[in-house]
């Protein structure tokens, strides 16, 4: 469903052209769970953001579900990632503003033809799956590191997207919390099919991978899928 060829990202530093991808060739297939795993610098964020629709390719071709995302400008291509990918950071990036419900319900606002009933049903659903319906009228600074992955999980999930790319998403999180968050997300994969791609040095993450990527300076060392 996730096919790239020949992806290339040159950053650009003053007079120096730094290629921090070099022609990275990938497929990735529906309700996969996948790890990006390398040394720090190697250039998994990166291969997150060209995936995830967040940045583009300097040279390549991205095709998700038969649409060449490259191809897209600006705001087709915010309209493409609001309606098929989600996105879970490592500093939860929560609005610190609104509530934990509103955090949820913000990326709803892209899409215009949801009934106002059917957004709150799926607000009130997603904050029941991640444990978190008690808290929803708190503010982010009032929760843990661990609550507010489990909100920034519901915030990634409630446009029903196709794919989530998780980057480092357990990073600043204890390992019994960690623990938890990887069993989620693990249970709304088998739930509902959704692919997960994380960036990640979590052991535990690795373990539960089906497959693991392996990146080393901007290039794929390792690609293995590990039987179930
Ligand atoms: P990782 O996530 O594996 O730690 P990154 O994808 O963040 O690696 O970075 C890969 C390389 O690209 C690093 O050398 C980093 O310094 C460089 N880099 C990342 N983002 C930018 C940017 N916006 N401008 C210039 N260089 C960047
Ligand atoms: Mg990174």
């Known amino acids: 469903m996730i096919t790239n060829e020949h992806v290339t990202k040159v950053y650009k530093m003053g007079e120096v052209d730094l290629t921090v991808i070099k022609d990275l060739n990938l497929s990735i297939g529906h309700g996969e769970f996948v790890a990006i795993v390398g040394p720090s610098g190697s250039g998994k964020s990166t291969v997150l953001n060209l995936l995830g629709c967040l940045d583009k390719p300097t040279e390549g071709k991205i095709v998700i579900d038969e649409t060449d995302v490259t191809q897209l400008d600006t705001t087709a291509l915010a ?8 996105f879970i950071f490592q500093s939860f990036n929560l ?3 609104l509530s934990v419900y509103e955090n949820i319900e913000y990326p709803l606002i892209m899409i215009q033809n949801l009934p106002q009933e059917e957004r709150h049903e799926r607000i009130m659903k997603l904050l029941d799956d991640v444990d978190m319906l008690d808290q929803k009228d708190k503010f982010p600074d009032q929760l843990s590191g661990g609550q507010r992955q489990r909100v920034a999980i519901a915030r990634a999930l ?4 196709k794919i989530v ?3 480092e998403p357990t990073a600043n999180l204890d390992t019994k919390t960690s623990n938890q968050i990887i069993t989620l997300m693990r249970n709304i994969q088998q739930e509902f099919n959704t692919t997960f791609i994380f960036a990640t040095h979590d052991e535990k993450i690795v373990t539960e991978a089906d497959r693991i990527i392996t990146i080393v300076d901007g290039v794929i060392t390792d690609d293995k899928r590990i039987a179930s």
């Open 165 to 167: 790319f998780a980057d």
């Open 79 to 86: 309209n493409f990632r609001g309606e098929n990918i989600g």
């Open 158 to 161: 409630v446009t029903n997207p």
């Open 95 to 97: 609005i610190p503003v």
